[in-house]
């Protein structure tokens, strides 16, 4: 499966994107799956749900399961937050991963650049961006660089990227 970095700063416009770009890459045929990294405490689970409960008696994890979805819930309970590639790992496979997040990671990354925001570009630094999706030209970036609105070419690059991916073999 193809990992794709969905990288910048905070109000950049990330999240924004990724909604967008998982619509237009399923009509491609790609399947997509996402990763999300919180730099802050979350709880998807609901006080007085039955879940909830068995998770605060201690439990290391939770699987909630409906004819709709399933979740599992996994608490680190002191143990080091996993890294990209053991999160990765539990996926099942399909086209494309969109990781939202671990923007300091050796994946390949779309950087996502709003100049209003006032935050410096990280390709300069990164040599894992390979594309930028902005609200300015930047022609010195030496990289692709698509119109934050124009999902369309954003979605092209990411299809003509994921067709042309082949997996590494197994050591």
Not at 78 to 96: H, K
Not at 125 to 131: E, G, S
Request: glycine fraction near 8%; aromatic fraction near 6%.
């Amino acid at each position: 499966m193809m990992v794709l970095g969905v990288a910048g700063w905070s109000g950049a416009g990330k999240t924004t994107l990724v909604r967008r770009l998982i619509p237009r890459l399923g009509e491609h045929g790609l399947a997509v799956s996402t990763i999300k990294h919180a730099h802050h405490a979350f709880d998807i689970d609901q006080p007085g749900r039955d879940s909830h409960t068995h998770r605060l008696a201690g439990a290391r994890q939770v699987l909630v399961s409906s004819s709709r979805r399933w979740a599992l819930v996994h608490e680190n309970r002191g143990d080091p937050e996993p890294g990209l590639a053991e999160l990765l790992a539990r996926l099942d496979p399909v086209d494309v991963v969109l990781v939202e997040g671990f923007k300091r990671g050796s994946h390949d990354k779309l950087e996502v650049y709003r100049a209003a925001n006032g935050k410096p570009l990280l390709y300069p630094d990164d040599p894992q961006v390979c594309a930028i999706a902005s609200d300015v030209p930047l022609p010195q970036s030496g990289r692709p660089v698509f119109s934050l609105d124009d999902i369309d070419a954003i979605a092209g690059f990411v299809v003509a990227r994921a067709r042309a991916f082949r997996p590494c073999r197994a050591l």
